[in-house]
């Protein structure tokens, strides 16, 4: 018969948690009775509206491009829970810059905020899972195969993001940490509405995707320890983002 018991709640630090993708993901994890600890880099209205749906669960502004300021996420994190279980790198930019206007200032803040950041946090947060194992998630995108309606700095962004999480699969797995990534399409946020992708009604399903419907793929990844070094697509056939 199979065990249909809930799995035992997980401490989950997610980046970028202050609006969007990952302000869903706080939400639908604590709803499932994980802790959640939830990192913004500035406070707003849509903060403090996240933090006070997150019972049990905690807020910390940290600005994650900056080793220092990652540094004290992690030991903040660990001093309210005493354990980090997964961590999903979801923070990030994009902005809409087509080739001929991609200079090199707007190149490097790109792949500083979406791939230096992941690096800093992983690197920061993997030594604390290395007693009982954990999980590394990486948010990217079907830019990283299709170059995406955004820009070239951030489709680079989010190739190296899966480069990344592939190395730290492999070198985990002795471990028992695992890394793996997730690439939505075309998932309403306000980086999405900056993209040119025709009417609405003409996407499949006639919507854009929902953040709340990244959660069972995380969820996944989460449950499953004989899953690593993988990209799962969250999307409906169309890849632009």
């Excluded at 001093?79 to 490097?108: K, M, S």
Aim: hydrophobic content about 45%.
């Amino acid at each position: 018969m199979q065990n249909t018991k809930n799995p035992s709640p997980k401490v989950i630090l997610i980046t970028g948690a202050g609006r969007g993708i990952g302000a869903a993901l706080a939400v639908a994890a604590a709803a499932e009775g994980h802790y959640v600890a939830a990192n913004y880099r500035s406070e707003s209205a849509e903060v403090d509206q996240l933090l006070s749906r997150l019972k049990d669960g905690i807020g910390i502004r940290a600005d994650v491009g900056i080793a220092e300021d990652v540094q004290r996420l992690i030991e903040e994190t660990l001093a309210h829970f005493g354990r980090i279980d997964c961590v999903i790198n979801n923070a990030g930019i994009g902005e809409v810059c087509p080739i001929d206007r991609l200079d090199l200032a707007l190149f490097q803040k790109t792949l500083h905020a979406n791939l230096t950041s992941a690096f800093l946090v992983s690197q920061a947060a993997w030594p604390h899972m290395t007693r009982d194992g954990g999980r590394l998630i990486f948010m990217s995108s079907t830019a990283a195969r299709t170059g995406g309606g955004l820009s070239a700095a951030y489709a680079a962004s989010k190739g190296g993001v899966e480069s990344l999480m592939h190395a730290y699969a492999t070198a985990l797995r002795p471990h028992r940490i695992t890394a793996n990534a997730i690439a939505p399409a075309l998932i309403e946020s306000r980086m999405a509405s900056a993209i040119d992708a025709g009417p609405t009604e003409n996407l499949p399903l006639g919507r854009m995707g929902r953040p709340e419907e990244l959660w069972p793929a995380t969820r996944m990844i989460m449950e499953t320890e004989y899953l690593t070094g993988q990209t799962i697509h969250v999307d409906a056939g169309r890849y632009m983002t």
